[in-house]
Structures are given as C-alpha cells and as structure tokens.
C-alpha cells in the first residue's frame, strides 16, 4: 500500500501563486507517475499534470506555461507550483500514483485526500 498526504492549498488571487506538494509513504513502486487531478463540483475529475520517476512530464492544455510539476530527488514526493492561476484552478486537486510509466489519464492506483484550492477574481 501506498499513502499520498497533499499539503500547500489555500486561497489565492487571481494572478497569484500557490505550490502543492505530496508525499508518498509505505510500498512505493520503483517505477511510477505521480499526478495532479482537479476535481470541481458537477464535472469530471481532470488530470492536471503527471510526472514519471524519470521526470517525464504531461500537462493539461489549460495549465501549460502556468503550472509546473516536479519530483524531489527521492522520488517520494510530488510538487505543483501553480503561477499566474485564474479563477477556473479552482477545485480540490488530488495527488495520485499508478504504477508504470503512462502518463495519460489512464487508471491511478492510489489517491490522497485532496487539498482545495480557491482563487478569487
């Protein structure tokens, strides 16, 4: 088993920054992607951004140039420093880990809590 414990959301203003960070606990499988999924009321759950343990990276189309994804050197946590945000970031974002290294949307195998995020107009 793994366990993912988010940490770093709040409240920001539009124009502003936030980082998000998520540290990965207990089984960790050697090859993996850790992901940033976004979840706001009455849509689907959208990945954000990915990572592989190599530092491979995907972005969804909305955050490219604004947010970037990263790993620390342990590879046990997972980063999201999100610049210029706009009131659309707004949602629970959820640190996630599959094993493998596809970086597409497909099947996450473990998911933390979820931290909100909130930016103001």
């Known amino acids: 088993q793994v366990q993912l414990v988010e940490s770093g959301g709040g409240l920001a203003q539009a124009g502003g920054s936030l980082r998000l960070s998520c540290a990965a606990s207990?089984?960790?499988?050697?090859?993996?992607?850790m992901g940033w999924y976004r979840q706001v009321p009455g849509k689907q759950r959208e990945l954000v951004a990915a990572v592989t343990v190599s530092g491979f990276t995907n972005y969804a189309d909305s955050v490219k140039g604004r947010f970037t994804v990263s790993r620390d050197n342990a590879k046990t946590a997972v980063h999201l420093q999100m610049n210029s945000l706009k009131f659309e970031d707004t949602g629970v974002y959820y640190c996630?880990?599959?094993?493998?290294?596809?970086?597409?949307?497909?099947?996450?195998?473990?998911w933390g809590q979820g931290t909100q995020v909130t930016v103001s107009s």
């Open positions: 207990g089984s960790i499988p050697n090859i993996n992607v």
């Open positions: 996630a880990l599959k094993v493998g290294s596809n970086l597409g949307p497909s099947k996450y195998d473990y």
